[in-house]
């Protein structure tokens, strides 16, 4: 026996015959210490506390089920037999040939018996092959027979049940099941509510427990059997096809195979169409839409007449010169008038359309400049300032701490410049998603308009990559990446091309969640390591375009994600920039003849491979947001089982705190179906 503070260790004999349960005492010295009748459980002792043993029979078995495995080890083997729950601690040994001067390796698991099985069930989870030196690794025509024993107590007949029975303890391990992400969005309705998921090697998981389709994050898709090698089906539940508050949505896809889940797509439930089941029915709700319908048009009219009464308004362009009190008629912007829109009154330069400036009202973006409190400033250049404030609406009681946008005066002079500055605010009024920046609203009293946008503490993403002070790991860095994308798929979504993505683009507020964001003091503010001039007109990101957008002056969702690609660059090295040795006018020939940016010091395979992904000369090829999204999502899943080392910190001298490549050599192929490059 052995002892502890609190434990006593005891290690039975072996018996010849079964003996009735006897009382349980312990002897130290001369002094025998019976257990007590209700003893308290501590010690972490919780149940099965008796005060008497019993031996039984040996544990016996004879059925191992299901007889094959995953090279990952994802599947779970069942044995059957008798008093398999007598045993306190049992495991189950795979003996592996791994060569003929090696000899066999044994790998050890746990067990456990399922108490409601009374001792006839015992289960064992299956080791992984990856990772252990010599070990050769299954593929689809070269499986790997092992041999399965177990080690419960001294019975020896279990240790030695591969010689006694080996077709019965033969586990042949298998390629992992390699599932095909989803092609776009998948849209179900009652009509077709069927989804079909594509792979390989998906026939080895034939059971329920080491399989599961989940849609979001409960509702479970019925497996139909059998499945096919190369494809599974499963019924969405009418439950979710019914739900009309989630048509339209994103619904996730993943595929749970023992402990692993993957990500695969998304799918969207189509409006059910509702159908009268009476004449009576139809003429209910015809009496509802009439009047709903006259509602609608008065409101039309009333709108057209409202709109023609402001445009009656603006109908001469004004023009306001500088220190001057009055206005002169010109075919150019007119830059300052003042104009009472429903009882508010304001100063306004005429760089929108009267329907914009109407949209903006109803939209409560139309900001008063005696609600906004400036502060201090924390940006500028030569054309714009960005200072600190705060906003106060009448109807709130706490003010908001803002970030309010201007143009110098002398920038206005430029009708381009002051164009330029209110699209910006004027696309944002759009949007609304938890990783793009939106517009709080627009002030357009004093000497020119002010944007007014919420503050973010911790600043753009570029500065705060190079901040030597901030201890960056990889779960960090991953999560930037990953609401980058998240952003950029709804902007897609929108159709909204940014053509201008880059860490400096991108904000962290102070939960360091990041916002894509397009600001325009971004080519006021950079040197020309970031932007060069083209023709004396435009300020362009040479080093973050596309080659399509550098050579054609093409712009599109897939020029994005290129610029994306340049971005994870960025994360991968703290904020360095991108081509240091190339010079900007250089970039474009450098990239056409196939030069890429190099794998960052010890970056990940699988993060370089979306990065090559994203580089793809062939535009087309290019992966979506959405799909770069799910291959993010399960580096960040594999990354959760990483070995703790990998977990070392980042420092600003861009020394990474990645393992080395052949950690993440198996991960390569579920990242990307496709060679890149």
Same mark, same amino acid.
């Given at each position: 026996?052995?002892?502890?503070?609190?434990?006593?260790?005891?290690?039975?004999?072996?018996?010849?015959?079964?003996?009735?349960?006897?009382?349980?005492?312990?002897?130290?010295?001369?002094?025998?210490?019976?257990?007590?009748?209700?003893?308290?459980?501590?010690?972490?002792?919780?149940?099965?506390?008796?005060?008497?043993?019993?031996?039984?029979?040996?544990?016996?078995?004879?059925?191992?089920?299901?007889?094959?495995?995953?090279?990952?080890?994802?599947?779970?083997?069942?044995?059957?037999?008798?008093?398999?729950?007598?045993? #306190?601690?049992?495991?189950?040994?795979?003996?592996?040939?791994?060569?003929?001067?090696?000899?066999?390796?044994?790998?050890?698991?746990?067990?456990?018996?399922?108490?409601?099985?009374?001792?006839?069930?015992?289960?064992?989870?299956?080791?992984?092959?990856?990772?252990?030196?010599?070990?050769?690794?299954?593929?689809?025509?070269?499986?790997?027979?092992?041999?399965?024993?177990?080690?419960?107590?001294?019975?020896?007949?279990?240790?030695?049940?591969?010689?006694?029975?080996?077709?019965?303890?033969?586990?042949?391990?298998?390629?992992?099941?390699?599932?095909?992400?989803?092609?776009?969005?998948?849209?179900?309705?009652?009509?077709?509510?069927?989804?079909?998921?594509?792979?390989?090697?998906?026939?080895? *998981?034939?059971?329920?427990?080491?399989?599961?389709?989940?849609?979001?994050?409960?509702?479970?898709?019925?497996?139909?059997?059998?499945?096919?090698?190369?494809?599974?089906?499963?019924?969405?539940?009418?439950?979710?096809?019914?739900?009309?508050?989630?048509?339209?949505?994103?619904?996730?896809?993943?595929?749970?195979?023992?402990?692993?889940?993957?990500?695969?797509?998304?799918?969207?439930?189509?409006?059910?169409?509702?159908?009268?089941?009476?004449?009576?029915?139809?003429?209910?709700?015809?009496?509802? *839409?009439?009047?709903?319908?006259?509602?609608?048009?008065?409101?039309?009219?009333?709108?057209?007449?409202?709109?023609?009464?402001?445009?009656?308004?603006?109908?001469?362009?004004?023009?306001?010169?500088?220190?001057?009190?009055?206005?002169?008629?010109?075919?150019?912007?007119?830059?300052?008038?003042?104009?009472?829109?429903?009882?508010?009154?304001?100063?306004?330069?005429?760089?929108?359309?009267?329907?914009?400036?109407?949209?903006?009202?109803?939209?409560?973006?139309?900001?008063?400049?005696?609600?906004?409190?400036?502060?201090?400033?924390?940006?500028?250049?030569?054309?714009?300032?960005?200072?600190?404030?705060?906003?106060?609406?009448?109807?709130?009681?706490?003010?908001?701490?803002?970030?309010?946008?201007?143009?110098?005066?002398?920038?206005?002079?430029?009708?381009?410049?002051?164009?330029?500055?209110?699209?910006?605010?004027?696309?944002?009024?759009?949007?609304?998603?938890? %990783?793009?920046?939106?517009?709080?609203?627009?002030?357009?009293?004093?000497?020119?308009?002010?944007?007014?946008?919420?503050?973010?503490? %911790?600043?753009?993403?570029?500065?705060?990559?190079?901040?030597?002070?901030?201890?960056?790991?990889?779960?960090?860095?991953?999560?930037?990446?990953?609401?980058?994308?998240?952003?950029?798929?709804?902007?897609?979504?929108?159709?909204?091309?940014?053509?201008?993505?880059?860490?400096?683009?991108?904000?962290?507020?102070?939960?360091?969640?990041?916002?894509?964001?397009?600001?325009?003091?971004?080519?006021?503010? !950079?040197?020309?390591?970031?932007?060069?001039?083209?023709?004396?007109?435009?300020?362009?990101?040479?080093?973050?375009?596309? &080659?399509?957008?550098?050579?054609?002056?093409?712009?599109?969702?897939?020029?994005?994600?290129?610029? !994306?690609?340049?971005?994870?660059?960025?994360?991968?090295?703290?904020?360095?920039?991108?081509?240091?040795?190339?010079?900007?006018?250089?970039?474009?020939? !450098?990239?056409?003849?196939?030069?890429?940016?190099?794998? &960052?010091?010890?970056?990940?395979?699988?993060? !370089?491979?979306?990065?090559?992904?994203?580089? %793809?000369?062939?535009?087309?090829?290019?992966?979506?947001?959405?799909?770069?999204?799910?291959?993010?999502?399960?580096? #960040?899943?594999?990354?959760?089982?990483?070995?703790?080392?990998?977990?070392?910190?980042?420092?600003?001298?861009?020394?990474?705190?990645? %393992?080395?490549?052949?950690?993440?050599?198996?991960?390569?192929?579920?990242?990307?179906?496709?060679?890149?490059?």
């Amino acid at each position: 026996f052995s002892a502890d503070r609190n434990t006593v260790y005891c290690i039975t004999g072996n018996e010849t015959k079964i003996e009735y349960p006897d009382t349980i005492a312990v002897l130290i010295g001369n002094v025998t210490y019976a257990l007590e009748e209700n003893p308290p459980l501590t010690h972490n002792v919780t149940e099965g506390l008796s005060q008497t043993f019993q031996y039984t029979e040996d544990p016996k078995i004879t059925q191992i089920t299901p007889g094959i495995t995953t090279k990952s080890g994802l599947m779970n083997v069942t044995a059957k037999g008798t008093n398999l729950d007598s045993v #306190q601690f049992p495991k189950m040994v795979v003996s592996i040939n791994i060569s003929s001067a090696s000899g066999i390796m044994e790998i050890q698991e746990d067990c456990w018996s399922d108490p409601a099985s009374n001792g006839t069930s015992l289960t064992c989870r299956t080791p992984s092959l990856l990772r252990r030196r010599g070990v050769p690794i299954p593929t689809g025509t070269q499986p790997l027979s092992t041999h399965v024993t177990f080690v419960m107590d001294a019975v020896q007949s279990l240790r030695d049940l591969s010689k006694q029975k080996p077709d019965m303890t033969r586990l042949i391990y298998y390629p992992d099941p390699e599932f095909r992400l989803l092609q776009g969005i998948q849209k179900m309705s009652t009509d077709d509510s069927t989804l079909e998921i594509k792979g390989n090697y998906l026939e080895l *998981i034939n059971s329920a427990d080491n399989f599961q389709v989940k849609l979001g994050e409960d509702e479970a898709c019925a497996v139909t059997t059998p499945v096919s090698v190369e494809y599974l089906l499963c019924d969405v539940p009418s439950s979710l096809l019914q739900n009309s508050s989630i048509a339209g949505e994103n619904i996730t896809v993943s595929v749970q195979i023992g402990y692993t889940r993957r990500r695969l797509g998304y799918i969207q439930i189509a409006p059910v169409e509702v159908k009268s089941a009476t004449a009576g029915y139809f003429w209910f709700i015809s009496l509802l *839409i009439i009047p709903a319908l006259g509602i609608f048009f008065a409101y039309a009219l009333h709108y057209k007449n409202r709109k023609k009464k402001l445009q009656s308004q603006f109908a001469e362009p004004l023009t306001y010169q500088a220190g001057s009190s009055t206005t002169t008629t010109t075919t150019d912007y007119a830059s300052y008038i003042q104009h009472t829109l429903d009882g508010m009154s304001f100063e306004m330069p005429i760089l929108v359309d009267s329907e914009t400036m109407t949209l903006l009202q109803d939209k409560n973006l139309l900001i008063p400049k005696d609600w906004l409190l400036f502060g201090e400033k924390v940006g500028a250049g030569q054309f714009g300032c960005v200072f600190e404030g705060t906003l106060q609406r009448p109807d709130q009681e706490d003010e908001a701490r803002v970030a309010i946008k201007t143009l110098r005066e002398h920038a206005w002079s430029n009708p381009q410049s002051a164009e330029t500055f209110l699209r910006e605010a004027l696309i944002m009024k759009d949007f609304d998603h938890p %990783n793009v920046l939106h517009l709080m609203g627009i002030c357009f009293e004093g000497s020119g308009p002010s944007i007014v946008l919420p503050f973010m503490e %911790n600043g753009d993403l570029c500065s705060y990559l190079k901040d030597d002070t901030k201890i960056l790991l990889v779960s960090n860095l991953l999560q930037f990446a990953m609401d980058v994308a998240a952003g950029m798929a709804y902007l897609a979504e929108k159709k909204f091309v940014h053509r201008d993505l880059a860490a400096r683009n991108c904000i962290l507020d102070s939960f360091l969640s990041v916002k894509v964001a397009d600001f325009g003091l971004s080519r006021d503010v !950079y040197t020309d390591d970031y932007y060069c001039c083209e023709n004396k007109k435009a300020m362009l990101p040479y080093r973050w375009m596309a &080659p399509e957008s550098l050579e054609k002056s093409i712009y599109s969702a897939k020029t994005d994600v290129w610029s !994306y690609g340049i971005l994870l660059w960025e994360l991968m090295t703290r904020g360095s920039i991108p081509y240091a040795n190339v010079g900007s006018w250089d970039v474009l020939q !450098y990239v056409k003849l196939g030069n890429r940016l190099d794998q &960052p010091e010890r970056c990940p395979i699988p993060i !370089y491979r979306v990065m090559l992904a994203c580089w %793809n000369k062939d535009s087309k090829k290019r992966p979506s947001f959405s799909e770069i999204q799910v291959y993010l999502d399960q580096i #960040q899943q594999w990354l959760l089982c990483a070995p703790e080392e990998q977990s070392e910190s980042v420092s600003a001298q861009h020394t990474m705190y990645y %393992n080395s490549k052949e950690m993440y050599h198996n991960m390569e192929d579920q990242v990307l179906e496709e060679e890149i490059v």
